[in-house]
């Protein structure tokens, strides 16, 4: 995971948290700046989820907040059970790095078909 540090103002900060939560973030703390204005945000992110932070943040808050990503140390990713099921958090991620890789994905081509029926005449 990733310990991101994100300065923002008191009018981005809804916004900055709608961001954090959108990427599956924890936050940890918050820091009011005496005679800044300025509030940092303590946050945890999985590092699957960090990757376009920087630029969600810049597009929502109008560049106000500004992150900073420090590698926080390895977790235990939610989802147990089989990864190879279909619904599963862990699955899916490992198939979207994948495929962001462009390395082969196996993907089924029907996923809800009924068999088929031959009319008699």
């Not at 140390?73 to 089989?82: E, I, N, T």
């Amino acid at each position: 995971t990733y310990t991101a540090l994100i300065q923002t103002n008191a009018e981005m900060l809804g916004r900055a948290h709608a961001c954090i939560s959108r990427r599956q973030g924890r936050v940890l703390s918050e820091e009011w700046a005496e005679g800044t204005g300025l509030i940092t945000i303590h946050c945890r992110l999985p590092v699957i989820q960090a990757f376009g932070l920087a630029q969600e943040l810049c597009n929502k808050t109008s560049g106000v907040a500004i992150p900073q990503l420090i590698f926080g140390g390895y977790d235990l990713m939610v989802g147990g059970g089989d990864p190879l099921l279909p619904n599963n958090p862990v699955g899916q991620q490992v198939e979207a790095v994948r495929a962001r890789k462009g390395l082969f994905v196996e993907r089924k081509l029907v996923e809800h078909a009924e068999k088929q029926r031959t009319l008699k005449k």
